[in-house]
């Protein structure tokens, strides 16, 4: 018998078009043989519909696919999910939704709560990957090098600022600023000296009263995709984003731009160092009890020092993002990375408190 599952994309994120384009590569490539899926998704105002899974979410014309306003209301609760009145009888859910509501732990709590299988890391993994100024002393702490840096408030900030200049001039510029639950580089600056610091720690603090200043590693940027099978989380080769040298860093253009970047895969780095991104990674992923997937991000000095950037709980996942790519290049097709997500998923490692 197939089983049911609900496919989630959309949301209030700035993702939102992302996660589409998510949704569509899974409908395309899950196999019907063994599951039936069910389109549902959140609109840009956060309100839940069931879409046809005929419903173009795909690039058409050079127009991203957004969830419609016009389908039916999808009522989720804890009795599970159901629309005009009729239970749709979900096994199994997969979130393909990024950023806030999507990739915090708060969907997944809601899952918890209605007890339906889903894809993913639980509510702890999910919150704390969410949010770089908790994420981090725990890699630290499980030995996973990390930037040096410090966290500013924006009640701090305003009531202490040359203190914690200070202790930026001695961290060395320049240094990177960015909101704590950010993502897609929104926010995140660049800075070379302090005249330019005000101003970067005011924008990371128009998305976020919590920003992060960190030390500028100079390195390449390298990441990992894991994957866990039969409960054993597996790392991907590694692959190394390169990035137009236009772009000053991997900021929000050259994500999104067509063509800005690519992905070298696999990175043509010495054996040494791609071994210990790929040990680091599966460290990471299990010091933040996370299950399922996680893409995890790391910079690569000249001196071969790794350093751990950030965990991705749910990475893009359209049929040409980094992680299915990176489990392509490792000889797992997109189907199987998605029946292996599902078959993981029934398992319920997840739970609120996570691996
Ligand atoms: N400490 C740092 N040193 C060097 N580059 C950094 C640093 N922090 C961030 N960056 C650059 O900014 C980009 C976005 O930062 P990141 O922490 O990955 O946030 P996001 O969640 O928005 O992807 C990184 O991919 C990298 O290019
Ligand atoms: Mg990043």
Redesign the pocket.
Known sequence: MTQRVAIICGGRSSEHEISCISAGGVLAAIDRSAYEPVLIGITKTGAWVLIPTDHTMTIENGVLPTVPTDAPAVIADVAGFSCEGKDLKIDIVFPLLHGPYGEDGTIQGLLEMADIAYVGAGVLASAVAMD?SFAKPIFAAHGIAT?P?LVVKAAEWKSDSDTITKSISALGYPV?V?PAR?????G?TKVKSEAQLAAAIAEAHSFDSKAMV????VGS?IECAILEIAGVPQASVVGKILIDSKFE???FEAKYLDGATSIELPAAINQAAADKIRVSAIQAFRALGCSGLARV?F?LTESGEVII??LNTMPGFTATSVFPKMWAATGISYSEVITHLLQGAEKRTNGVLGN
Request: proline share 0%.
């Open positions: 770089k930037a840096g990177f960015k950010g993502g897609s580089s929104r995140t960190e030390k500028a590693i940027e860093f991997y900021d991000d910079f950037n950030e």
